[in-house]
């Protein structure tokens, strides 16, 4: 199932599901607690999945759709406990050794959902913001110290996620440390929806692609991971507690980046999850080279085919 949150005409956020129908609210097959914040009903169903299941079920195949046209999507997780990113995690630029496995934490506050808005920040000392496309882990917990071979036990679902940066030259984050130039308010648009764990059958070996503005930007199989989701909540765990609702930032292939900047719409996309467009304004209306990052060694080919495609066809235009 594909768990979403959504409100009607400015009404107040309910919890459904996203069905080839359009969504379907499951508002009365969930504890019913007007007071409750929605991320508090979203974690309320990962820790009632079990009970909860059946009905909705049912109601996935049997009740009335709402056309998604008429309905504003959410952010399925407005407000996670923790947000967990990999460094890098995937193979690039002709590396032959996996580099060490490392994470940050992410403000959840940076947290926006399908069709909201990246605001670039009203400074100028970062060099460049950059979308990074991952998918993201959808934690059931409380879970520590999980073993490899238990890794299924943590994990509810998974979702897109894009990890805005804030980079200085040569592609360092802003001020060196990860969390700070990646926890901008708006920095951390995820969705559009939480695929439960049954949906996927393998998280490494997804589909992952980020348009912006039409150009093709990241493209790159999960199989590509230096360290397997396996491995993510193994080290996670073995760090800190993991709470339903947490999640896990996979990482991306850095050979995919490119700027983002004022009037941009990014779109993510990634098998067998579901597709998010947010949009970009910069009150400071800077302009940077458009394009994928293309570094020495690049392997991401069909990324760097398709920019340069489509870079032509504009300087012939």
Same mark, same amino acid.
């Given at each position: 199932?594909?768990?979403?949150?959504? $409100?009607?005409?400015?009404?107040?956020?309910?919890?459904?599901?996203?069905?080839?129908?359009?969504?379907?609210?499951?508002?009365?097959?969930?504890?019913?607690?007007?007071?409750?914040?929605?991320?508090?009903?979203?974690?309320?169903?990962?820790?009632?999945?079990?009970?909860?299941?059946?009905?909705?079920?049912?109601?996935?195949?049997?009740?009335?759709?709402?056309?998604?046209?008429?309905?504003?999507?959410?952010?399925?997780?407005?407000?996670?406990?923790?947000?967990?990113?990999?460094?890098?995690?995937?193979?690039?630029?002709?590396?032959?050794?996996?580099?060490?496995?490392?994470?940050?934490?992410?403000?959840?506050d940076a947290v926006i959902g399908p069709g909201d808005t990246v605001v670039l920040p009203e400074f100028t000392e970062p060099w460049v913001f950059h979308h990074e496309a991952e998918l993201a882990?959808?934690?059931? /917990?409380?879970?520590?110290?999980?073993?490899?071979?238990?890794?299924?036990?943590?994990?509810?679902?998974? +979702?897109?996620?894009?990890?805005?940066?804030?980079?200085?030259?040569?592609? $360092?984050?802003?001020?060196?440390?990860?969390?700070?130039?990646?926890?901008?308010?708006?920095? /951390?648009?995820?969705?559009?929806?939480?695929?439960?764990?049954?949906?996927?059958?393998?998280?490494?070996?997804?589909?992952?692609?980020?348009?912006?503005?039409?150009?093709?930007?990241?493209?790159?199989? +999960?199989?590509?991971?230096?360290?397997?989701?396996?491995?993510?909540?193994?080290?996670? &765990?073995?760090?800190?507690?993991?709470? $339903?609702?947490?999640?896990?930032?996979?990482? +991306?292939?850095?050979?995919?980046? /490119?700027?983002?900047?004022?009037?941009?719409?990014?779109?993510?996309?990634?098998? &067998?999850?579901?597709?998010?467009?947010?949009?970009?304004?910069?009150?400071?209306?800077?302009?940077?080279?458009?394009?994928?990052?293309m570094g020495e060694n690049s392997t991401n080919l069909a990324a760097v085919a398709a920019a340069e495609a489509n870079t032509g066809a504009k300087e012939k235009s």
């Amino acid at each position: 199932m594909k768990l979403v949150l959504f $409100s009607q005409a400015g009404g107040a956020v309910a919890p459904g599901l996203l069905t080839g129908r359009g969504v379907v609210s499951i508002a009365g097959a969930v504890p019913a607690d007007g007071a409750a914040a929605p991320m508090d009903t979203m974690r309320g169903i990962i820790d009632g999945w079990d009970r909860l299941k059946p009905a909705l079920q049912d109601l996935e195949a049997n009740g009335e759709a709402l056309d998604l046209a008429a309905v504003k999507l959410h952010p399925p997780l407005p407000r996670p406990g923790k947000m967990l990113c990999c460094i890098g995690n995937y193979w690039e630029h002709a590396e032959r050794q996996p580099r060490p496995l490392n994470m940050f934490l992410k403000n959840p506050d940076a947290v926006i959902g399908p069709g909201d808005t990246v605001v670039l920040p009203e400074f100028t000392e970062p060099w460049v913001f950059h979308h990074e496309a991952e998918l993201a882990i959808v934690i059931k /917990g409380p879970a520590k110290n999980v073993a490899p071979q238990n890794w299924r036990d943590a994990v509810f679902g998974y +979702t897109c996620m894009i990890d805005v940066s804030a980079r200085g030259e040569a592609r $360092s984050t802003w001020r060196r440390g990860s969390w700070m130039g990646k926890s901008f308010d708006t920095f /951390g648009p995820l969705g559009p929806c939480i695929a439960t764990a049954d949906e996927l059958r393998n998280p490494n070996d997804l589909h992952v692609r980020l348009w912006c503005s039409g150009e093709l930007r990241h493209d790159y199989n +999960t199989n590509d991971m230096e360290h397997a989701v396996p491995e993510l909540i193994e080290h996670a &765990s073995m760090i800190m507690t993991l709470n $339903s609702g947490d999640t896990i930032a996979c990482g +991306t292939n850095h050979e995919g980046l /490119g700027a983002l900047q004022d009037g941009d719409n990014a779109v993510i996309e990634i098998e &067998s999850i579901g597709r998010m467009e947010v949009h970009v304004s910069d009150p400071l209306k800077r302009v940077w080279q458009r394009g994928v990052y293309m570094g020495e060694n690049s392997t991401n080919l069909a990324a760097v085919a398709a920019a340069e495609a489509n870079t032509g066809a504009k300087e012939k235009s």
